[in-house]
């Protein structure tokens, strides 16, 4: 399946809104649609595209799944709702931490997030509101990496030949898929999204599953939490495409009060691109990487190694997993 990219030079932003609004509307009918919301700069042009479209017909979900940022759930729910969009918090924690157990490998991990959120929890909701449509963000990236084989994006099937329909049970709306992240961006802004949502750093679909290398476990997704908050707060004033925290399987040999502390190795990335096909490091001020060093190994418990990848896009990618 060949899909034709809108540039941003060549992107109308009120005609391609009012253009997907029509096609959401007439592919939808009179029936209602099940969005997904995450926050990400993609799935909220996605609510807005389907809010403007159904109104109160359009059912949005945040699901919990325990491996987001600190204060996520919250925090988006509140904004969408200050801006008319009623969002219903769905907890299933227990749901994708059972699906990741005793799962290593990269590939298997993603394909163990995507069924548990396709199949298991976004299956059911379709089922409960009655309706044949789930409407979600996948950008022309997501496709292009997947097809590629770089890595399996969790939100791409048509491409690999898998018909939701029969996989799952419901078709899936992928407005955006034209686009890639600048002009979502700009789609954004003309939404009326606020620049926290339209100027926000991206972040993966499988959330911080991603930047745990090994098993998924609640304890080492809280390192990596814990981690990425600091990253977060000490670099919000630099100009990146992306910056982020990676935790390490194997533990190290560090040292506290002269002795020996075998602990845990958090790996920094910090990326300027533009579109993520291509990236490389940001030059960090020196100062910068001790300070973040510093906290990442005094506020993170367990951790006793902070490095930082100096690796270009290609070979590297801006994910590790």
Known sequence: MQI???????????KFINQKVQEISSTVGNGSAVNALSGGVDSSTV?????????????TYFVDNGIMREGEPGKIISLFRKLGVKVELIDAKKEFFKSFKGIIDPEEKREALTQTFYKNVFAKLVRESS????????ILTDVDETIAGIKRQHNVFEQLGIDPQKAFGYKIIEPLIQLRKPAVRTIAKALGLPEEIYARHPFPGPALAVRVIGEVTPERIEKVRKATKIVEEELS???AFQYLAILHEDKVTGMRDGKR???FQIELRCWDSTDARIASPTKLPYETLIKLADRITKEVP?????TYNITQKPPSTIEAV
């Open 4 to 14: 034709q990219e809108i540039k941003p030079e060549n992107l109308n932003p009120e």
């Open 261 to 263: 502390d075998y602990g």
């Open 131 to 138: 309706t044949k449509y789930l409407l979600q963000g996948t």
């Open 237 to 239: 004033g630099v100009k």
């Open 47 to 59: 609510t807005m595209l389907a809010h403007k479209a159904l109104g109160n017909r359009l059912k």
């Open 302 to 306: 367990g951790v006793v190694s902070v």
